[in-house]
T-cell receptor, first 114, second 117 residues
Framework: EAQVTQNPRYLITVTGKKLTVTCSQN?????MSWYRQDPGLGLRQIYY???????DKGDVPEGYKVSRKEKRNFPLILESPSPNQTSLYFC?????????????FGSGTRLTVV | AQSVSQHNHHVILSEAASLELGCNYS??????LFWYVQYPGQHLQLLLK??????LVKGIKGFEAEFIKSKFSFNLRKPSVQWSDTAEYFC???????????????FGQGTILTVHP
């Protein structure tokens, strides 16, 4: 089944403790992206990647890092999480020409930073 | 920077009522437009999309949307809603700049639709 898989689905952590949210897709998509969803703000893009070793900042990159060493994986790293990063995170992927197909989204990761 | 605005934060309807959710974007160039739906506790799913051609686009589950270029709008409609349409709906815009195929979808703030039986 074609899908985007995120782990974990739920995570509670403490301020300052480094964490990684994994994202993997099995559709051989070139494009991958991370969004955060907050009430009343919709989805805001954190980072995106056009292909292996090619990444760029989205609208809200502060406090996040990403890497794209393999085509299928696009982990999101929070080096020193803070409470304002409490949010619902979605990973998404697409074929070349995202406009033609839109994104396929993962199931989301609900992160709470205390 | 491009932006997407959804007028209504929360819409409450009874079953069989007609639905129209507003979406406006701020960019004068060529855009590609999407509506996504997010059912409670689930991820976003594509409802419909517009690239070119007929401005009236039909999607899944009886939804349709009309692109009005002069109004920078892409409103979502459904003639008769069902309880199962209760969800959050997001409009999204992709800036199609000279054939560039990379970039991002910019999302609106979302509209929560509650349908009472």
């Amino acid at each position: 089944e074609a899908q985007v898989t995120q782990n974990p689905r739920y995570l509670i952590t403490v301020t300052g403790k480094k964490l990684t949210v994994t994202c993997s897709q099995n559709m051989n998509h070139e494009y991958m992206s991370w969004y955060r969803q907050d009430p009343g703000l919709g989805l805001r893009q954190i980072y995106y990647s056009m292909n292996v070793e090619v990444t760029d900042k989205g609208d809200v990159p502060e406090g996040y890092k990403v890497s794209r060493k393999e085509k299928r994986n696009f982990p999101l790293i929070l080096e020193s999480p803070s409470p304002n990063q409490t949010s619902l995170y979605f990973c998404a992927s697409s074929v070349v020409g995202v406009a033609s197909y839109g994104y396929t989204f993962g199931s989301g990761t609900r992160l709470t930073v205390v | 920077a491009q932006s997407v605005s959804q007028h209504n934060h929360h819409v409450i309807l009874s079953e069989a009522a007609s639905l129209e959710l507003g979406c406006n974007y701020s960019y004068g160039g060529t855009v590609n437009l999407f509506w996504y739906v997010q059912y409670p506790g689930q991820h976003l799913q594509l409802l419909l999309k517009y690239f070119s051609g007929d401005p009236l686009v039909k999607g899944i589950k009886g939804f349709e949307a009309e692109f009005i270029k002069s109004k920078f709008s892409f409103n979502l409609r459904k003639p008769s809603v069902q309880w199962s349409d209760t969800a959050e709906y997001f409009c999204a815009v992709f800036l199609n700049a000279g054939g560039t195929s990379y970039g991002k979808l910019t999302f609106g703030q979302g509209t929560i639709l509650t349908v009472h039986p």
